[in-house]
Nanobody
Framework: QVRLVESGGGSVQAGGSLRLSCAASGLPYGRNCVGWFRQAPGKEREGVASIITGNGGPYYADAVRGRFTISHDNVKNTVYLHMSNLGPEDSAMYYC?????????????????????????WGQGTQVTVSS
């Protein structure tokens, strides 16, 4: 069974930085699509960034491109989201998720985006609060 555990959230002032971690276990060996999502109270969940572990190909939503960086450590089986120049609009519960339906080993040409219904394994989330 796939398990994802987020950490690294907290409270920061506008302009500050945070690094979120997503520790994964139970994922099949090889290339997997992992994404970061966020949801603020009363708002729809939105995709933030995604990456194929072991291969790269990072993707960023327009709202965070240039400020956020997604990366992965294959040895630690961890996906990171480094966030800089944070603003109040970034305040949300941040979740990581893994596409457990579509293997990127069997389907190497399938895009990895933080919107696919294939994201079925989710972490519990970590809160990010940015004050002005």
């Amino acid at each position: 069974q796939v398990r994802l555990v987020e950490s690294g959230g907290g409270s920061v002032q506008a302009g500050g930085s945070l690094r979120l971690s997503c520790a994964a276990s139970g994922l099949p060996y090889g290339r997997n699509c992992v994404g970061w999502f966020r949801q603020a109270p009363g708002k729809e969940r939105e995709g933030v960034a995604s990456i194929i572990t072991g291969n790269g190909g990072p993707y960023y939503a327009d709202a965070v491109r240039g400020r956020f960086t997604i990366s992965h450590d294959n040895v630690k089986n961890t996906v990171y989201l480094h966030m800089s120049n944070l603003g109040p609009e970034d305040s949300a519960m941040y979740y990581c998720a893994a596409d457990t339906i579509n293997s990127r080993v069997l389907m190497p040409d399938l895009p990895c985006r933080p919107r696919s219904p294939g994201f079925t394994a989710w972490g519990q989330g970590t809160q990010v609060t940015v004050s002005s």
